[in-house]
């Protein structure tokens, strides 16, 4: 009996240090996701050029649906009403139009010349929710860069002085463009990981603003409901140190 509850309580520790192990590389994952992504709230003529774009966009999507389930992939090509060919990627056209707004709000050089040289490469993706026409709120989108040194570098211009002077407030107004860095929001899943390792409520949600404490790595063990006789963490046993575990049992 005694060795099983050994066993148990090895088992236990084992899932205890997976779960933390599991929360720690999501956490690290979303916020450098989230520090590669940048969000846009566009006002005024630049508000409805965006709308625009995403509802020429639409259409041709459509278009190129309906053609393709006509005549197949090549007509579906055809069918867009491009005669230049396929046109950009959304994610690019978007980004293209930040510059554009950036460089009439007044970004000079060489941070303009580094945004208008980005390649496609460096844009990993983009996501508009689009309101209605005739609504009064801005229009938000967010467009995230991909890790490598041209999505590196165009997120990093982006964040620059001359940038952010550039979506200043100006005469009491902000500007028709204004920019925020991304910001990471976890999921339910992570969530029900680290309540289930004894994080209160308060605990996890200091834990994603970075405030440490308990929820940043201590041992988990709350006065919350559902952490009332949680056990505290056990030793996380690293390869080598569950090798020599076994050894000695054997």
């Known amino acids: 009996m005694a060795n099983v509850e050994e066993r148990l309580q090895q088992l236990e520790t084992q899932v205890d240090g997976v779960a933390r192990l599991a929360s720690a590389t999501a956490k690290g994952t979303g916020k450098d996701w989230?520090?590669?992504?940048?969000?846009?709230?566009?006002?005024?003529?630049?508000?409805?050029?965006?709308?625009?774009?995403?509802?020429?966009?639409?259409?041709?999507?459509?278009?190129?649906?309906?053609?393709?389930?006509e005549g197949g992939a090549a007509s579906g090509?055809?069918?867009?009403?491009?005669?230049?060919?396929?046109?950009?990627?959304?994610?690019?056209?978007?980004?293209?139009?930040?510059?554009?707004?950036?460089?009439?709000?007044?970004?000079?050089?060489?941070?303009?010349?580094t945004l208008r040289h980005t390649p496609q490469t460096a844009v990993e993706s983009?996501?508009?929710k689009n309101p209605e026409a005739t609504d009064e709120r801005p229009v938000i989108f967010t467009i995230s860069f991909k890790g490598n040194i041209e999505g590196l570098a165009a997120r990093g211009a982006l964040d620059s002085q001359t940038v952010r002077d550039a979506i200043a407030k100006r005469g009491g107004q902000f500007p028709q463009l204004g920019?925020?860095?991304?910001?990471?929001?976890?999921?339910?899943?992570?969530?029900?990981?680290?309540?289930?390792?004894?994080?209160?409520?308060?605990?996890?949600?200091?834990?994603?603003?970075?405030?440490?404490?308990k929820g940043?790595?201590?041992?988990?063990?709350?006065?919350?409901?559902?952490?009332?006789?949680?056990?505290?963490?056990?030793?996380?046993?690293?390869?080598?140190?569950?090798?020599?575990?076994?050894?000695?049992k054997a």
């Open 34 to 69: 989230a520090g590669r992504v940048v969000v846009c709230f566009g006002t005024g003529a630049f508000k409805e050029s965006i709308l625009d774009c995403l509802r020429q966009w639409e259409t041709g999507a459509e278009a190129a649906r309906l053609a393709k389930a």
């Open 77 to 113: 090509a055809a069918g867009t009403g491009n005669e230049g060919g396929r046109p950009p990627p959304l994610k690019m056209q978007l980004f293209t139009k930040v510059v554009e707004q950036l460089v009439r709000q007044g970004v000079g050089e060489p941070v303009a010349s």
């Open 126 to 128: 983009a996501y508009c």
């Open 179 to 213: 920019l925020r860095p991304g910001r990471y929001l976890p999921g339910v899943l992570r969530r029900e990981v680290l309540s289930s390792l004894g994080y209160t409520e308060t605990e996890i949600q200091d834990y994603f603003k970075g405030k440490g404490g």
């Open 216 to 248: 940043a790595g201590g041992k988990g063990k709350g006065d919350g409901p559902g952490a009332a006789g949680k056990r505290e963490a056990g030793q996380r046993l690293s390869v080598a140190m569950q090798r020599e575990h076994k050894q000695r």
